[in-house]
Protein backbone atom coordinates (compact mmCIF):
# COMPACT_ATOMS: atom_id res chain seq x y z
CA UNK A 1 0.00 0.00 0.00
CA UNK A 2 1.29 4.00 -0.83
CA UNK A 3 1.05 5.23 2.36
CA UNK A 4 1.60 8.84 1.56
CA UNK A 5 3.24 10.96 -1.52
CA UNK A 6 5.63 13.65 -0.49
CA UNK A 7 7.21 16.04 -3.42
CA UNK A 8 6.70 19.09 -5.71
CA UNK A 9 3.08 19.63 -7.10
CA UNK A 10 3.88 19.04 -10.76
CA UNK A 11 0.14 20.07 -12.01
CA UNK A 12 -3.68 20.68 -10.91
CA UNK A 13 -6.54 19.97 -12.28
CA UNK A 14 -9.95 20.47 -11.02
CA UNK A 15 -10.01 16.61 -9.12
CA UNK A 16 -6.56 15.87 -9.53
CA UNK A 17 -3.13 16.95 -8.35
CA UNK A 18 0.68 15.12 -10.00
CA UNK A 19 2.66 15.19 -7.26
CA UNK A 20 6.64 14.15 -8.63
CA UNK A 21 7.89 11.24 -6.67
CA UNK A 22 11.61 10.49 -7.26
CA UNK A 23 11.27 11.50 -11.31
CA UNK A 24 8.28 9.95 -11.59
CA UNK A 25 4.29 11.90 -11.22
CA UNK A 26 1.53 10.36 -9.07
CA UNK A 27 -1.63 11.14 -10.48
CA UNK A 28 -3.65 11.61 -7.15
CA UNK A 29 -7.19 11.95 -6.82
CA UNK A 30 -8.64 14.76 -4.50
CA UNK A 31 -11.13 16.79 -2.72
CA UNK A 32 -11.26 20.93 -3.81
CA UNK A 33 -10.95 21.06 -0.41
CA UNK A 34 -7.63 19.08 -0.52
CA UNK A 35 -6.31 21.02 -3.97
CA UNK A 36 -6.67 24.74 -2.59
CA UNK A 37 -4.42 23.93 0.05
CA UNK A 38 -1.60 22.70 -2.71
CA UNK A 39 0.43 25.14 -5.43
CA UNK A 40 2.13 24.11 -8.28
CA UNK A 41 5.77 24.29 -7.76
CA UNK A 42 5.66 23.90 -4.20
CA UNK A 43 6.25 20.62 -1.68
CA UNK A 44 3.27 19.04 -0.66
CA UNK A 45 2.39 15.33 0.87
CA UNK A 46 -0.59 13.93 1.07
CA UNK A 47 -1.88 10.75 2.96
CA UNK A 48 -3.23 8.34 0.20
CA UNK A 49 -5.47 5.06 -0.49
CA UNK A 50 -4.81 2.83 -3.49
CA UNK A 51 -8.32 1.78 -4.45
CA UNK A 52 -7.11 -1.60 -6.96
CA UNK A 53 -9.84 -2.65 -9.45
CA UNK A 54 -9.43 -5.12 -12.43
CA UNK A 55 -9.05 -2.33 -14.84
CA UNK A 56 -7.48 0.51 -13.13
CA UNK A 57 -5.01 1.49 -10.17
CA UNK A 58 -6.00 4.66 -8.26
CA UNK A 59 -4.67 6.82 -6.23
CA UNK A 60 -6.61 8.98 -3.98
CA UNK A 61 -4.92 11.84 -1.70
CA UNK A 62 -5.81 13.65 1.49
CA UNK A 63 -4.79 16.06 3.61
CA UNK A 64 -4.28 14.28 6.33
CA UNK A 65 -4.48 10.52 8.19
CA UNK A 66 -7.41 11.42 9.52
CA UNK A 67 -9.24 12.13 6.58
CA UNK A 68 -7.80 9.13 4.66
CA UNK A 69 -8.85 6.78 7.38
CA UNK A 70 -12.70 8.28 7.01
CA UNK A 71 -12.63 7.62 3.27
CA UNK A 72 -11.48 3.72 4.13
CA UNK A 73 -14.17 3.47 6.95
CA UNK A 74 -16.63 4.84 4.74
CA UNK A 75 -16.16 2.17 1.89
CA UNK A 76 -16.86 -0.98 4.32
CA UNK A 77 -20.82 0.22 4.36
CA UNK A 78 -22.94 -1.19 1.59
CA UNK A 79 -22.97 0.45 -1.44
CA UNK A 80 -19.95 3.06 -0.74
CA UNK A 81 -16.91 2.92 -2.94
CA UNK A 82 -14.51 5.25 -3.27
CA UNK A 83 -16.02 7.73 -5.64
CA UNK A 84 -18.88 8.40 -2.85
CA UNK A 85 -16.60 8.25 0.15
CA UNK A 86 -14.85 11.02 -1.76
CA UNK A 87 -17.79 12.71 -2.54
CA UNK A 88 -18.75 12.71 1.12
CA UNK A 89 -15.54 14.28 2.01
CA UNK A 90 -15.83 17.06 -0.28
CA UNK A 91 -18.89 18.08 1.27
CA UNK A 92 -18.04 17.32 5.06
CA UNK A 93 -15.07 16.69 7.51
CA UNK A 94 -14.15 14.14 9.10
CA UNK A 95 -15.24 15.21 12.06
CA UNK A 96 -18.68 16.88 10.53
CA UNK A 97 -19.29 13.28 9.45
CA UNK A 98 -18.33 11.82 12.49
CA UNK A 99 -20.89 14.29 14.02
CA UNK A 100 -23.89 13.74 11.56
CA UNK A 101 -23.69 10.07 12.20
CA UNK A 102 -23.36 9.97 15.96
CA UNK A 103 -26.39 12.73 15.98
CA UNK A 104 -28.38 10.62 13.18
CA UNK A 105 -28.43 13.42 11.14
CA UNK A 106 -30.20 12.42 7.91
CA UNK A 107 -29.97 16.34 6.23
CA UNK A 108 -26.07 15.95 6.53
CA UNK A 109 -25.86 13.19 4.47
CA UNK A 110 -28.44 13.39 1.76
CA UNK A 111 -26.42 17.21 1.00
CA UNK A 112 -23.95 14.63 -0.67
CA UNK A 113 -24.40 14.30 -4.13
CA UNK A 114 -25.63 10.48 -4.96
CA UNK A 115 -27.23 9.67 -1.52
CA UNK A 116 -30.76 9.92 -0.77
CA UNK A 117 -33.04 9.36 2.39
CA UNK A 118 -32.94 5.82 2.29
CA UNK A 119 -29.44 5.17 1.67
CA UNK A 120 -28.55 8.21 4.60
CA UNK A 121 -30.89 6.00 6.64
CA UNK A 122 -28.68 2.73 6.21
CA UNK A 123 -25.54 4.54 6.38
CA UNK A 124 -26.88 6.19 10.00
CA UNK A 125 -27.02 2.34 10.60
CA UNK A 126 -24.05 0.74 9.35
CA UNK A 127 -21.30 3.35 10.21
CA UNK A 128 -22.43 4.23 13.92
CA UNK A 129 -20.38 2.21 15.28
CA UNK A 130 -17.32 2.58 13.09
CA UNK A 131 -16.36 6.30 12.39
CA UNK A 132 -16.08 6.81 16.35
CA UNK A 133 -17.02 10.35 18.09
CA UNK A 134 -16.35 13.76 16.99
CA UNK A 135 -13.04 14.87 17.69
CA UNK A 136 -13.19 19.02 17.60
CA UNK A 137 -10.89 19.24 14.55
CA UNK A 138 -11.23 20.13 11.07
CA UNK A 139 -13.71 21.98 8.55
CA UNK A 140 -17.28 23.08 10.10
CA UNK A 141 -19.76 20.85 10.10
CA UNK A 142 -22.91 21.40 7.74
CA UNK A 143 -25.71 23.10 8.66
CA UNK A 144 -28.94 22.98 9.79
CA UNK A 145 -30.51 22.60 6.29
CA UNK A 146 -27.55 20.21 5.71
CA UNK A 147 -25.75 22.23 3.23
CA UNK A 148 -22.07 22.53 3.06
CA UNK A 149 -20.80 25.68 4.67
CA UNK A 150 -18.71 28.29 2.85
CA UNK A 151 -19.58 27.19 -0.89
CA UNK A 152 -18.00 30.39 -2.40
CA UNK A 153 -14.90 30.03 -0.30
CA UNK A 154 -14.52 26.66 -1.19
CA UNK A 155 -14.62 27.43 -4.26
CA UNK A 156 -12.16 30.31 -4.51
CA UNK A 157 -9.52 28.67 -2.69
CA UNK A 158 -9.56 26.03 -5.50
CA UNK A 159 -9.46 28.46 -8.09
CA UNK A 160 -6.60 30.41 -6.55
CA UNK A 161 -4.92 26.87 -5.53
CA UNK A 162 -4.49 26.37 -9.70
CA UNK A 163 -2.71 29.64 -9.37
CA UNK A 164 -5.88 32.17 -10.79
CA UNK A 165 -5.33 35.69 -9.55
CA UNK A 166 -7.48 36.00 -6.51
CA UNK A 167 -10.08 38.94 -8.21
CA UNK A 168 -10.23 36.23 -11.54
CA UNK A 169 -11.38 33.75 -9.32
CA UNK A 170 -13.94 36.16 -8.05
CA UNK A 171 -15.08 36.87 -10.81
CA UNK A 172 -15.64 33.23 -11.75
CA UNK A 173 -17.15 32.19 -8.57
CA UNK A 174 -19.70 35.25 -9.76
CA UNK A 175 -20.19 33.42 -12.65
CA UNK A 176 -21.35 30.34 -11.72
CA UNK A 177 -23.68 31.84 -8.28
CA UNK A 178 -26.72 31.43 -10.43
CA UNK A 179 -25.99 27.92 -10.91
CA UNK A 180 -25.41 27.25 -7.07
CA UNK A 181 -28.47 28.97 -6.50
CA UNK A 182 -30.44 27.29 -8.96
CA UNK A 183 -29.42 24.24 -7.55
CA UNK A 184 -30.44 25.66 -3.92
CA UNK A 185 -33.47 26.58 -5.12
CA UNK A 186 -34.56 23.00 -6.60
CA UNK A 187 -33.60 21.40 -2.68
CA UNK A 188 -29.96 20.01 -3.82
CA UNK A 189 -26.69 21.38 -2.40
CA UNK A 190 -24.33 23.85 -4.26
CA UNK A 191 -21.90 20.66 -5.80
CA UNK A 192 -18.00 22.55 -5.65
CA UNK A 193 -16.33 19.89 -7.93
CA UNK A 194 -18.64 20.92 -10.56
CA UNK A 195 -18.89 24.43 -10.13
CA UNK A 196 -15.27 24.19 -10.00
CA UNK A 197 -15.68 22.76 -13.64
CA UNK A 198 -17.81 25.69 -14.78
CA UNK A 199 -16.07 28.24 -13.29
CA UNK A 200 -12.72 26.99 -15.17
CA UNK A 201 -14.59 27.03 -18.62
CA UNK A 202 -15.76 30.51 -17.69
CA UNK A 203 -12.23 31.35 -17.50
CA UNK A 204 -10.53 29.53 -20.25
CA UNK A 205 -13.55 31.48 -22.24
CA UNK A 206 -11.84 34.78 -21.06
CA UNK A 207 -8.84 34.17 -21.85
Known sequence: MIAFVRGPVAALAPDTAVIEVGGVGMAVQCTPTTLSGLRVGEPARLATSLVVREDSLTLYGF???????????????????????????????????????????????????????????????????????????????????????????????ALTGLGYPGREAEE???AVAPQAEAAAAAGSPPQVPQLLRAALQTLNRAR
Open 63 to 157: ADDDERQVFELLQTASGVGPRLAQAMLAVHSPDALRLAVSSGDEKALTAVPGIGKKGAQRLLLELKDRLGEPTGAGRAPATAAGRAPGWREQLTA
Open 172 to 174: AVE
